[in-house]
């Protein structure tokens, strides 16, 4: 099994700013792409980010310009730099990766546990 431990959730004014951290650990694996979603009360859960193993990044039109996602290959960890925070995006954030392990040809997706992101007005 492959661990996924986020971190860096918390409350912050409308404007402000927050990182979130997802890293995965474990052996005999390696990372793909990886992304964050997030669910708010009443809602589905929705894509926020994604980066695939080339580099490339997609993101949900209502993030656009605000969130950037990266990764740290060496350190098995990607971030996602939450700016210009809104209250509409007070929700449950989960990290996401898709991994291959060693002795298997498909993959496999991991999930986070989720942290809390509340922003004030």
């Known amino acids: 099994q492959v661990q996924v431990v986020e971190s860096g959730g918390g409350l912050v004014q409308a404007g402000g700013s927050l990182r979130l951290s997802c890293a995965a650990s474990?052996?005999?694996?390696?990372?793909?792409?990886m992304g964050w979603y997030r669910q708010a009360p009443g809602k589905q859960r929705e894509l926020v980010a994604i980066?695939?193993?080339?580099?490339?990044?997609n993101y949900a039109d209502s993030v656009k310009g605000r969130f950037t996602i990266s990764r740290d290959n060496a350190k098995n960890t990607h971030y996602l730099q939450m700016n210009n925070l809104k209250p509409v995006d007070t929700a449950v954030y989960y990290c996401?990766?898709?991994?291959?392990?060693?002795?298997?040809?498909?993959?496999?997706?991991?999930w986070g546990q989720g942290t809390q992101v509340t922003v004030s007005s």
């Open positions: 996401n990766v898709d991994v291959s392990r060693t002795g298997y040809l498909e993959n496999f997706r991991y």
């Open positions: 474990g052996s005999r694996f390696s990372i793909n792409a």
């Open positions: 980066i695939t193993t080339e580099g490339g990044t």
